[in-house]
């Protein structure tokens, strides 16, 4: 069986199914990327030179490719050419390639360009922008796209430091999940370094017109000029919320923490690229509302990051510590009501995805069996919302106290290093268990990671606040007015919820009046928008048809998109408008949401 080597150069056994390399006879200790951005052929062109360590004294170097083009690899210092060669092409994964090396060889240097494909990058013209007078191009390379645009050893239970120069057109800037400089270069010439040990899915690069805008001490902003104003307004709270998280489980690893809002077309709402969050426009509500990603991005610096999920069958322990942690981010920020407020919405996104996935499926088990699939196919709410559950269902049997201790302890212990399910259980038995009979038996660790649905030990939230807004939900069922409903006050929050506690079908009545009144097709918050159009698209109510077709053109977040094109298919008519929008919209979606949609609407 492979290993992959820890920072400590510990050996951790490991199988990574989506991963053609070899870490365990030669592993990856730095890479040194020089690249070109060129937006006249939408491509990365230069050389990427890796450093490496020959544990086995192996005569080859394995590395992960999708759509690259290379024209040359050498090794050593020299530059000898080295020889190279491909394996098959297998799906969803590329193509390894092979370096012959010498037994004493320490560094290879490869000579490529990118698709004007690559599945990571994604290439806007100036339309396509907020600003629309400069092109954008960022990458996202979780879970497997790293190799889209650099060759490396890419399974997340490989780590190694990176630096890089850059070289863009020269009205630009360029960023990366690194250390930033944070003014525009005049001659587009930038370099960067990632000092500390990071794996493959968070390199990340993003190059256009932005700007900076310190927020805290080690908080800032990036953004379009034309978005930069409302990101500081909304982002406020950035700086608490990094002295919140260190506060909880222990200092910030990583120096800076910076967000970059990029244009909408970025298909999540965000990406934990270490240093530098990136972010989807659409969580910019005005009112400071869907700040919770931030959070959510900013908790991934422990969990994820720090210590990070082995192989992507261990998804949870990135997403499910990730979730539990930016729950207590916001609870400390602005308090419980708050929090259980987001909790209980989560956990009804749980019990609906269960539904859907079948109670006993296997794929609903937080430990996920990938193999021969896309790794997207397992980035569902299980791994996410069933993850916390299950560390708030710990949290209820153990307390809170002794809770902290491990969840700090965990990650104190496991910096910079990949973990498996399996250690994750045994470090959790000797360290919050030790022993203790009736605490194993009321948290029933197995039934949670290796059994499917939800557990009836789970824990429950009961949020006080959406009670109230699923009793206005009531009442209007009943009759009562839409003018007449107390919504005073309501976040983004209630709405949702009250949207979502109206049943699928609402008559034309109900939807032009709580159209009227709350002005619903007019709304510049993305989520309640979302909620709302799945009800103008079972209820055929048009005029809100112009807005849904606006709102698919413009923004490619796909946890939005996604469920709106499964309604739309449900009917002949909605198939023929979604298969005319998509036609237009395609365009503008990054390759993950254009792989999803292309299969719902064919
Ligand atoms: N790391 C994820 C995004 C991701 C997961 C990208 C898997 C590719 C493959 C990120 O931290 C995330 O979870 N984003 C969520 C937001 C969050 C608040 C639940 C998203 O994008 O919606
Ligand atoms: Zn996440």
């Known amino acids: 069986m492979p290993t992959t080597h820890n920072s400590q150069n510990q050996a951790v056994q490991v199988t990574d199914v989506h991963s053609f390399a070899k870490p365990e006879e030669a592993v990856i200790t730095h890479i040194h990327l020089n690249l070109d951005v060129d937006f006249e052929k939408h491509i990365l062109q230069g050389y990427a030179k890796l450093s490496f360590k020959n544990i086995t004294g192996t005569d080859h170097l394995v590395l992960d490719t999708r759509d690259l083009e290379i024209s040359r690899v050498t090794q050593g210092e020299n530059g000898e050419e080295a020889k190279f060669s491909f394996g098959e092409e297998v799906k969803f994964l590329g193509k390894a390639l092979t370096i012959e090396v010498s037994k004493t060889s320490e560094v290879v240097t490869v ?12 290439w806007l013209n100036a339309e396509q922008t907020a600003g629309k007078q400069f092109p954008f191009m ?48 005049k001659d587009g010439k930038y370099h ?5 040990p990071v794996s493959s899915y968070l390199m990340a ?30 982002f406020v709270d950035m700086q608490n919320m990094v002295d919140a998280a260190s506060g909880l489980y222990g200092e910030y690893a990583w120096g800076r923490y910076d967000v970059i809002v990029l244009p909408p077309s970025f298909p999540f709402g965000g990406m934990e690229n270490p240093r530098l969050t990136f972010a989807t426009p659409t969580i910019i509500a005005g009112d400071r509302s869907l700040v919770a990603l931030v959070a959510h991005e900013l908790a991934h610096s422990w969990s994820g990051n720090l210590v990070t999920n082995a192989t992507w069958n261990d998804f949870w322990l990135n997403e499910g510590f990730t979730m539990y942690f930016e729950n207590r981010i916001m609870e400390k920020l602005y308090g419980r009501d708050y929090a259980d407020m987001l909790d209980e919405l989560n956990f009804n996104e749980l019990q609906e995805t269960v539904k859907e996935l079948g109670e006993t499926s296997i794929d609903t088990h937080l430990f996920l069996s990938l193999k021969d699939r896309d790794p997207d196919d397992g980035m569902n709410e299980i791994a996410y919302i069933k993850g916390q559950f299950f560390l708030k269902t710990v949290e209820s049997v153990v307390g809170r106290e002794k809770m902290d201790i491990f969840v700090k302890k965990y990650f ?21 268990i030790q022993g203790d009979l009736a605490i194993a038996n009321k948290i029933e660790l197995e039934k949670w990671i290796y059994g499917p649905g939800i557990p009836s030990n789970t824990f429950r939230v009961k949020s006080k606040l959406l009670e109230k807004a699923a009793a206005q939900a009531k009442e209007f069922l009943a009759g009562t007015p839409a003018k007449e409903l107390h919504t005073k006050d309501w976040s983004t929050h209630e709405w949702l919820h009250f949207l979502r506690n109206l049943p699928e079908g609402l008559t034309k009545d109900q939807i032009v009046s709580l159209d009227k009144k709350f002005h619903f097709t007019q709304s510049g918050n993305c989520e309640i928008l979302c909620d709302w159009f799945q009800h103008t698209i079972a209820s055929d109510y048009l005029p809100s048809e112009a807005q849904l077709e606006l709102f698919l053109m413009n923004v490619g977040r796909r946890k939005f998109i996604v469920p709106l094109y499964k309604s739309l298919v449900k009917t002949a008519a909605g198939k023929i408008f979604a298969q005319k929008v998509y036609l237009n919209a395609r365009p503008g979606y990054h390759s993950v949401a254009q792989q999803t949609i292309d299969e719902l609407v064919k």
């Open 192 to 196: 960067f370094n990632m000092p500390q």
């Open 138 to 185: 960022f990458s996202q390379s979780q879970a497997i796209l790293a190799r889209t645009w650099v060759p490396c050893q890419d399974g997340p239970g490989v780590k190694f430091t990176y630096s890089a120069d850059i070289s863009c057109p020269h009205s630009l800037m360029a960023l990366m999940s690194a250390e930033n400089d944070t003014l525009l270069h």
């Open 111 to 122: 000579y490529y360009k990118t698709s004007p494909h690559a599945g990571a990058l994604m």
């Open 412 to 432: 104190t212990e496991h910096a910079f290093q990949s973990m498996t399910t399996e250690k994750f259980i045994e470090y959790f038995k000797a360290n919050l």
């Open 205 to 234: 690069i993003a190059v256009g017109d932005v700007r900076f805008h310190a927020l805290g001490k080690n908080t800032g902003v990036y953004a379009e000029p034309v978005m930069l104003e409302r990101s500081i307004d909304e």
